[in-house]
């Protein structure tokens, strides 16, 4: 170890430590255990520092927090797994005298040997790890995928493609003619303007038939081919943007919430 | 053999999914019902797969000295820690010998490792293993505040627990997610450098549409806000959907591929 | 012997909470009334099963009164009454009783409430001990589920032994209603199917002693269907994309020539393997944030055979991290397989796919520092990828990593654009196996895809013009047809 890092580390533990006392003793005057709520809350702003500190670069704080958050969010899951799925929706369908064990409510109509079938295919899975038998743990990926291959064909059939053709029907000419209408105050849909609504339904529409031209594969993207297919590109590229640029403000204000924990629950600088 | 079952029994639970749509009949219904909660039990078992391999992949790290190998320690102490909260609850107001508990197990688990990777010592590591497990073993009969619990959930409730979960897996979460905010300033450096027609398309609409809000343009900022809005109203909605479709079909065909065992990725077969 | 003893008990419980339920049903004598006050009667009432279900539901049409919107107009609203045998109103009660012998036999009991409807049971069992209690849970459970059984029986001896119910309720105006019931036995709303079921229904004014019933109507029996009609369109579109699929697919087998436009993405795959190579760095290769239940996993599990056979020809080390379990043993599978077949079974690590966090940003910390400290010359990212997609792209792109990616989360795949030297778009996804095999077969299907897209384009044309024209013509017939790709959920 290198003598900066030593002292880096000499420093950053003081700081915890003094922070820990002093956090302890604001606390002192509301809560009981307040030594303890005093190290959680300095060990949550280290933390929360810690990971920042991945910005500047790698370090052995950011390889601590990283590591530890591996370890208790695996444990994490497999303890929600294990009580929400096994014993609350395994067990009570298996046997009475186990259910009456991990004292949930028994089925209601009964139990369901059914679910053998998943516990065996979970047990085959599980086979994977003995090295003979890990051909039989196919089967139950098989199972899965299959299910669900199926389950997705019909759902995306359904809603992502024959949904979306039906709406493309839109009108592309105005029936009775109602004049031009406020035409730059309404640049969006919700326009009165009959025009602004024509000319909007019109880019969609070119928009939706460039869009399919630009994702043809076995065709080559030459001529008016090649052109369709470009205004294609264009039109993704534009969207790409617009979703870009959506998305900035809603991550400024993520990052607006961990620095007011450090400031107010940590640090107590700003008020609530 | 070994091939075939998997992809027959694929092609039958799918094409049994695909005919359940169009059956209104209950008897369907009622197996729809069982395939689906069953997938989700066998995701569950297939977990006890995945701890497995956390533990030996930290182990080969260990033993191998890969870069930042000592903190693998740290990952499996925090696995095992957080287990053993998710299992045990207080009896009454006091934790009593639970700290001391906690120490001497992570040791047990610490010897158990380091028994594993190194020749030499381990002897020694594994009459250290056994001291320690007879002080966990001893706590566990002797100290009475605090227990195993395997009947009921009491452990997700525990304050242990609880206090896993708020001041370390929540302030890193957060904190991960946090970052975007900086991540995407950089990122929209990168394509500000990157001087094609594309980039700039998608720059100029990026543009447009973060500053929508912006009321330093005077007059013509609500021109700004009503630009942004018919960009996330009509090209945004038209591109949106010729992906959608193109996504649909891909979906459609890889599903219908994998089906008719045309497609066999899944299975290491192309 | 126990069952006789345990019958009037039951009775009379039944009718203390049976009467309770009782002040629904109309007065029977309407003749205390003015005649001319009443409304006119609902006429051709009809009621069948209800279409493209799973049973257990009637609908029920019928020509509104002609004191409803003309006439008197007094009718305010129709109530639909069912003929509902006494067997039926029993079982509710039963069930309490159940659940009471139940909560009486297991660990958790305690004296109820004085006065509450658990302690009202609890009078008529409490002097029983334990055995008793036992022998008269099973003979009560034995009871209910014969009387579930006897149901559609009880239905049959219609007009006796039973009374009417209101089951719907339908606003002045309407002329339809439906009677759903549910096909869980132990819900109060179940409806047995091929029960005869017997209906009437009431023009009701605004006092609601002042109403005319209809005739009966009855019997009618609910039952479920085995084919969706309203899913017509869908089962259109499955055959004919199935059949083309199939066509081209036998076509590509019999060595047509299919032609595919390149695409940049794919074709720096092999670039970006034999650039680690070089370098002696690994390839990470990462597939998000998906189940195994998604097809971009499953498209991303093929890709990943091409990459691991072409890295296992190379003899560059690959590093997969794995976000969920059954990902990663699917995954190893796959690797292994790949490593097979490219003849250096030896090579095949079970380690290249290891499991790390099912924690959205705890996967992405970890593998940020697998990008830094390992360095690879090659990212891959494909698949479901969320809020992470920009965190680990930016890493990568910062650690001076070759990045490719594809995802069909179409808010993701700015980010990717941005970060990343290759991304491939939505459907190119799922185009990307077909061409990394360059297998006829695959290809083939590509080729379908593309004939479906030609497809939509024809039919969206073809839709709108339709569309247009009816709107300025007022052609019903061709609103008919649009309504055809309305999809019935």
Same mark, same amino acid.
């Given at each position: 170890?290198?003598?900066?890092?030593?002292?880096?580390?000499?420093?950053?533990?003081?700081?915890?430590?003094?922070?820990?006392?002093?956090?302890?003793?604001?606390?002192?005057?509301?809560?009981?255990?307040?030594?303890?709520?005093?190290?959680?809350?300095?060990?949550?702003?280290?933390?929360?520092?810690?990971?920042?500190?991945?910005?500047?670069?790698?370090?052995?704080?950011?390889?601590?927090?990283?590591?530890?958050?591996?370890?208790?969010?695996?444990?994490?899951?497999?303890?929600?797994?294990?009580?929400?799925?096994?014993?609350?929706?395994?067990?009570?369908? $298996?046997?009475?005298?186990?259910?009456?064990?991990?004292?949930?409510?028994?089925?209601?109509? +009964? &139990?369901?040997? %059914? @679910? #053998?079938?998943?516990?065996?295919?979970?047990?085959?899975?599980?086979?994977?790890?003995?090295?003979?038998?890990?051909?039989?743990?196919?089967?139950?990926?098989?199972?899965?995928?299959?299910?669900?291959?199926?389950?997705?064909?019909?759902?995306?059939?359904?809603?992502?493609?024959?949904?979306?053709?039906?709406?493309?029907?839109?009108?592309?000419?105005?029936?009775?003619?109602?004049?031009?209408?406020?035409?730059?105050?309404?640049?969006?849909?919700?326009?009165?303007?009959? $025009?602004?609504?024509?000319?909007?339904?019109?880019?969609?529409?070119?928009?939706?038939?460039? +869009? &399919?031209?630009? %994702? @043809? #594969?076995?065709?080559?993207?030459?001529?008016?081919?090649?052109?369709?297919?470009?205004?294609?590109?264009?039109?993704?590229?534009?969207?790409?943007?617009?979703?870009?640029?959506?998305?900035?403000?809603?991550?400024?204000?993520?990052?607006?919430?961990?620095?007011?924990?450090?400031?107010?629950?940590?640090?107590?600088?700003?008020?609530? | 053999?070994?091939?075939?079952?998997?992809?027959?029994?694929?092609?039958?639970?799918?094409?049994?999914?695909?005919?359940?749509?169009?059956?209104?009949?209950?008897?369907?219904?009622?197996?729809?019902?069982?395939?689906?909660?069953?997938?989700?039990?066998?995701?569950?078992?297939?977990?006890?797969?995945?701890?497995?391999?956390?533990?030996?992949?930290?182990?080969?790290?260990?033993?191998?000295?890969?870069?930042?190998?000592?903190?693998?320690?740290?990952?499996?102490?925090?696995?095992?820690?957080?287990?053993?909260?998710?299992?045990?609850?207080?009896?009454?107001?006091?934790?009593?010998?639970?700290?001391?508990?906690?120490?001497?197990?992570?040791?047990?688990?610490?010897?158990?490792?380091?028994?594993?990777?190194?020749?030499?010592?381990?002897?020694?590591?594994?009459?250290?293993?056994?001291?320690?497990?007879?002080?966990?073993?001893?706590?566990?009969?002797?100290?009475?505040?605090?227990?195993?619990?395997?009947?009921?959930?009491?452990?997700?409730?525990?304050?242990?627990?609880?206090?896993?979960?708020?001041?370390?897996?929540?302030?890193?979460?957060?904190?991960?997610?946090?970052?975007?905010?900086?991540?995407?300033?950089?990122?929209?450096?990168?394509?500000?450098?990157?001087?094609?027609?594309?980039?700039?398309?998608?720059?100029?609409?990026?543009?447009?549409?973060?500053?929508?809000?912006?009321?330093?343009?005077?007059?013509?900022?609500?021109?700004?806000?009503?630009?942004?809005?018919?960009?996330?109203?009509?090209?945004?909605?038209?591109?949106?959907?010729?992906?959608?479709?193109?996504?649909?079909?891909?979906?459609?065909?890889?599903?219908?591929?994998?089906?008719?065992?045309?497609?066999?990725?899944?299975?290491?077969?192309? | 012997?126990?069952?006789?003893?345990?019958?009037?008990?039951?009775?009379?419980?039944?009718?203390?909470?049976?009467?309770?339920?009782?002040?629904?049903?109309?007065?029977?004598?309407?003749?205390?009334?003015?005649?001319?006050?009443?409304?006119?009667?609902?006429?051709?009432?009809?009621?069948?099963?209800?279409?493209?279900?799973?049973?257990?539901?009637?609908?029920?049409?019928?020509?509104?009164?002609?004191?409803?919107?003309?006439?008197?107009?007094?009718?305010?609203?129709?109530?639909?009454?069912?003929?509902?045998?006494?067997?039926?109103?029993?079982?509710?009660?039963?069930?309490?009783?159940?659940?009471?012998?139940?909560?009486?036999?297991?660990?958790?009991?305690?004296?109820?409430?004085?006065?509450?409807?658990?302690?009202?049971?609890?009078?008529?069992?409490?002097?029983?001990?334990?055995?008793?209690?036992?022998?008269?849970?099973?003979?009560?459970?034995?009871?209910?589920?014969?009387?579930?059984?006897?149901?559609?029986?009880?239905?049959?001896?219609?007009?006796?032994?039973?009374?009417?119910?209101?089951?719907?309720?339908?606003?002045?105006?309407?002329?339809?209603?439906?009677?759903?019931?549910?096909?869980?036995?132990?819900?109060?709303?179940?409806?047995?199917?091929?029960?005869?079921?017997?209906?009437?229904?009431?023009?009701?004014?605004?006092?609601?002693?002042?109403?005319?019933?209809?005739?009966?109507?009855?019997?009618?029996?609910?039952?479920?269907?085995?084919?969706?009609?309203?899913?017509?369109?869908?089962?259109?579109?499955?055959?004919?994309?199935?059949?083309?699929?199939?066509?081209?697919?036998?076509?590509?087998?019999?060595?047509?020539?299919?032609?595919?436009?390149?695409?940049?993405?794919?074709?720096?795959?092999?670039?970006?393997?034999?650039?680690?190579?070089?370098?002696?760095?690994?390839?990470?290769?990462?597939?998000?944030?998906?189940?195994?239940?998604?097809?971009?996993?499953?498209?991303?599990?093929?890709?990943?055979?091409?990459?691991?056979?072409?890295?296992?020809?190379?003899?560059?080390?690959?590093?997969?991290?794995?976000?969920?379990?059954?990902?990663?043993?699917?995954?190893?599978?796959?690797?292994?397989?790949?490593?097979?077949?490219?003849?250096?079974?030896?090579?095949?690590?079970?380690?290249?796919?290891?499991?790390?966090?099912?924690?959205?940003?705890?996967?992405?910390?970890?593998?940020?520092?697998?990008?830094?400290?390992?360095?690879?010359?090659?990212?891959?990212?494909?698949?479901?990828?969320?809020?992470?997609?920009?965190?680990?792209?930016?890493?990568?792109?910062?650690?001076?990593?070759?990045?490719?990616?594809?995802?069909?989360?179409?808010?993701?795949?700015?980010?990717?654009?941005?970060?990343?030297?290759?991304?491939?778009?939505?459907?190119?996804?799922?185009?990307?196996?077909?061409?990394?095999?360059?297998?006829?077969?695959?290809?083939?299907?590509?080729?379908?895809?593309?004939?479906?897209?030609?497809?939509?384009?024809?039919?969206?044309?073809?839709?709108?013009?339709?569309?247009?024209?009816?709107?300025?013509?007022?052609?019903?017939?061709?609103?008919?047809?649009?309504?055809?790709?309305?999809?019935?959920?």
């Amino acid at each position: 170890m290198r003598r900066s890092t030593l002292i880096v580390m000499i420093v950053v533990l003081l700081l915890f430590v003094l922070s820990w006392i002093f956090k302890a003793n604001a606390l002192s005057a509301g809560e009981d255990n307040y030594i303890a709520r005093g190290f959680l809350i300095t060990f949550a702003a280290f933390l929360t520092l810690a990971v920042m500190s991945f910005l500047y670069q790698d370090n052995p704080f950011y390889k601590f927090a990283e590591h530890l958050f591996v370890g208790i969010s695996a444990a994490f899951w497999m303890c929600m797994g294990f009580w929400t799925t096994i014993v609350q929706n395994l067990i009570p369908r $298996l046997s009475t005298s186990l259910a009456d064990f991990f004292q949930v409510p028994q089925q209601a109509g +009964g &139990l369901e040997p %059914f @679910f #053998f079938t998943p516990v065996i295919l979970g047990i085959l899975l599980l086979m994977r790890l003995s090295p003979k038998g890990g051909w039989i743990s196919r089967w139950p990926l098989a199972f899965i995928v299959g299910t669900t291959a199926g389950l997705n064909f019909i759902r995306y059939l359904r809603s992502d493609f024959i949904k979306q053709i039906s709406s493309t029907f839109v009108p592309l000419l105005g029936r009775q003619w109602e004049g031009i209408g406020p035409f730059l105050s309404n640049l969006d849909l919700s326009a009165t303007g009959q $025009l602004v609504v024509l000319i909007s339904n019109w880019v969609v529409f070119l928009g939706v038939f460039c +869009g &399919l031209i630009y %994702f @043809f #594969f076995s065709k080559e993207h030459k001529g008016a081919f090649g052109f369709g297919s470009r205004v294609g590109i264009w039109i993704l590229m534009i969207t790409f943007g617009a979703s870009f640029g959506y998305t900035v403000m809603g991550r400024i204000s993520l990052l607006v919430g961990r620095i007011t924990f450090l400031f107010r629950d940590w640090l107590g600088i700003i008020e609530t | 053999m070994k091939r075939q079952i998997p992809v027959v029994l694929v092609g039958v639970f799918g094409l049994f999914m695909i005919f359940q749509y169009f059956v209104p009949h209950e008897s369907s219904e009622w197996i729809y019902e069982f395939l689906l909660d069953w997938t989700i039990i066998i995701g569950i078992f297939a977990m006890a797969l995945g701890l497995w391999s956390l533990y030996r992949v930290s182990v080969e790290k260990i033993k191998t000295r890969k870069p930042a190998w000592g903190y693998n320690y740290l990952t499996l102490v925090g696995l095992f820690t957080m287990m053993l909260f998710g299992f045990t609850t207080q009896n009454g107001e006091a934790w009593g010998w639970f700290f001391p508990f906690m120490v001497s197990a992570n040791l047990v688990l610490v010897l158990v490792i380091q028994a594993t990777v190194t020749k030499d010592m381990r002897g020694l590591f594994l009459s250290l293993t056994a001291v320690f497990f007879v002080v966990c073993v001893l706590i566990i009969i002797f100290d009475d505040t605090w227990g195993f619990h395997f009947e009921t959930a009491e452990g997700l409730r525990s304050t242990m627990f609880r206090a896993f979960f708020d001041n370390i897996l929540i302030p890193i979460f957060a904190t991960m997610f946090s970052l975007l905010a900086f991540f995407i300033a950089s990122a929209a450096y990168r394509a500000f450098r990157a001087r094609n027609v594309m980039a700039t398309l998608l720059l100029l609409a990026a543009l447009i549409v973060m500053l929508r809000f912006n009321p330093y343009f005077g007059p013509v900022s609500p021109y700004v806000n009503k630009a942004s809005n018919w960009l996330m109203n009509v090209p945004n909605l038209a591109a949106q959907r010729a992906i959608v479709i193109g996504i649909g079909l891909g979906i459609v065909a890889t599903s219908l591929k994998v089906m008719l065992g045309i497609e066999r990725g899944y299975m290491g077969k192309g | 012997m126990k069952h006789k003893l345990l019958i009037p008990c039951l009775l009379l419980l039944c009718f203390t909470l049976a009467s309770a339920q009782e002040g629904t049903s109309p007065p029977e004598d309407t003749l205390l009334f003015d005649s001319a006050s009443l409304p006119a009667p609902v006429t051709n009432l009809v009621a069948e099963d209800t279409d493209n279900d799973h049973g257990h539901a009637i609908t029920l049409e019928w020509q509104t009164s002609a004191d409803d919107g003309t006439g008197k107009q007094s009718v305010t609203m129709y109530e639909v009454f069912r003929w509902v045998p006494d067997l039926m109103t029993r079982i509710p009660a039963l069930r309490d009783t159940l659940d009471y012998l139940k909560l009486r036999t297991g660990e958790s009991w305690s004296e109820p409430e004085p006065g509450s409807r658990t302690d009202s049971i609890h009078n008529v069992f409490a002097s029983l001990d334990d055995a008793a209690l036992e022998s008269k849970l099973e003979s009560l459970e034995q009871t209910i589920s014969q009387a579930i059984k006897g149901l559609p029986a009880a239905h049959a001896t219609y007009p006796e032994d039973g009374e009417w119910q209101q089951v719907a309720v339908a606003p002045a105006g309407s002329a339809t209603a439906a009677d759903v019931g549910t096909k869980e036995k132990d819900s109060p709303d179940y409806l047995p199917d091929y029960s005869d079921f017997y209906y009437r229904v009431d023009a009701v004014t605004a006092d609601p002693t002042i109403r005319t019933s209809s005739e009966i109507f009855g019997p009618v029996q609910s039952y479920g269907q085995w084919f969706n009609t309203g899913r017509l369109a869908v089962s259109v579109f499955v055959l004919v994309f199935g059949f083309f699929t199939v066509f081209f697919v036998y076509r590509a087998r019999r060595g047509a020539d299919l032609y595919v436009r390149p695409l940049a993405g794919i074709e720096a795959v092999d670039d970006a393997i034999g650039r680690a190579t070089e370098m002696g760095r690994p390839i990470l290769y990462v597939m998000g944030l998906g189940t195994a239940d998604q097809i971009a996993t499953i498209a991303s599990f093929t890709i990943l055979g091409r990459v691991a056979k072409r890295v296992a020809e190379y003899q560059t080390k690959l590093m997969v991290p794995a976000y969920e379990a059954v990902v990663m043993a699917v995954a190893q599978e796959v690797v292994k397989t790949a490593y097979y077949d490219a003849g250096r079974p030896d090579d095949y690590d079970e380690d290249i796919v290891f499991f790390v966090t099912s924690l959205q940003f705890a996967y992405v910390a970890a593998v940020n520092g697998l990008m830094l400290r390992e360095l690879p010359a090659t990212n891959v990212y494909m698949g479901k990828f969320f809020a992470e997609s920009l965190l680990l792209a930016e890493t990568g792109a910062v650690a001076g990593s070759i990045q490719i990616a594809g995802t069909d989360e179409i808010a993701q795949i700015p980010f990717f654009i941005v970060a990343c030297d290759y991304t491939l778009i939505g459907e190119e996804l799922y185009a990307a196996s077909a061409y990394l095999g360059r297998e006829p077969i695959l290809l083939g299907s590509l080729k379908a895809q593309d004939w479906a897209k030609a497809g939509v384009i024809v039919l969206a044309i073809a839709g709108l013009i339709l569309s247009n024209l009816a709107i300025a013509n007022d052609w019903s017939w061709a609103s008919a047809i649009i309504d055809l790709f309305r999809v019935v959920d």
